[in-house]
């Protein structure tokens, strides 16, 4: 199945935040929202939703986790069990809840910048504070510092919120340094919070790793939290699910409030369910091939257009992390893209101090609209 971004006039017709955030003159490639129509079972779930008022509260027997259990048999080759997860409205909410269980008033979380600015404030929102531990650039990718992590665990750490695949750079970590990381986890009895919401996006040459299929050790530390809102743009109706894989990690699932679970949107769960379905593979294997053309495009793109741009394609999902920095454009480029270039980008910093020089693009859109905000924002080095 092909599936095709929609067109700029139908594009302006949303209201979402990728659409009302900035006026008509700007393109927007930042906040991580998709130009594409929904999948088509996703589409039928809702429009008979909508045709019975099926508007009401989220039951408490739903098919959601046997969906979401069979949809990880299928595309990882992963069994988690449905009895061991929940509903949630949504990612950050579920990382919240998790980590409020997992850490005292104070204690530290490790995050790994740069990384998803909502982290730092999810963090505190728990009631813990960050410790950094950065990335390794490789000069080829991106991959977990191990050593400062042990560090962070030697010094009392008490989680670490992993971001797998990774968001700003589309890192998937390899099977390897998960292992590492759950090994290290459990001896020093910290909790791995894996945020895997951008997993379904995982091309398939990158062998993404569930956390909690990763070793016994993983399922014995590990809480994933999943969501069908990235891959099929379902994140204004609210729904994730906490996953995990051991007595003890279940428990804490368990003893969350009710009222966490009462959060999952009707309507997020219904969608959720048909884009975890086997019906829509095809629409997810079509999405990944334009995702796949789409990153190419955007190498192709900056060589010819930006040649002082460092970008390297990215193993997952539909965000490329950018470096700017000889294009002398300053600490903050999408600040100047944007006033100049009229292409809003996520702003590099905001990830962390690595981000310095950075931006962020979406290039979950069409081709024509990749290839004008890459020519608008190569005007500003003409100049
Ligand atoms: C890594 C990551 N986690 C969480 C979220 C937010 O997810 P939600 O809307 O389900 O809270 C995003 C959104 O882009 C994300 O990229």
Redesign the pocket.
Known sequence: MQVTALSLPELRERSSEKWREYPADVLPLF??ETDFPLAPAVSAALQRAVEIGDTGYVASRTPLAEAFAAFAHRRYAWNPDPARMRSTA????G?VEILRRVTQPGGQVVVTPPV?P?FYDLVEEAGAEVLRVPLIDTGAGWKLDLVGIRTAFEDGASAILL?NPH?PTGTVHDRESLAALAELAAEFGVAVVS?E??APLAQPEANYTPFLAVSDAARLVGYAVV?A??AFNL?GLKC?LMVTSSDQTSAVVRSLPVEVEWRTGQFGLLAAVAAFSEESDAWLDGLLRTLDENRRLLHELLTEHIPGARYRIPDAGY?AWIDLSACGWGDNPARRILKEAKVALHFGPAFGAEGAGHVRLNFGTSPEILTEAVERIATITRQ
Not at 90 to 93: A, C, K, W, Y
């Open positions: 906040v991580a949504d990612v950050s909410m990382i998803y909502p971001c968001n945020d919401i951008h969501s809102s990235k994140a994730a965000l």
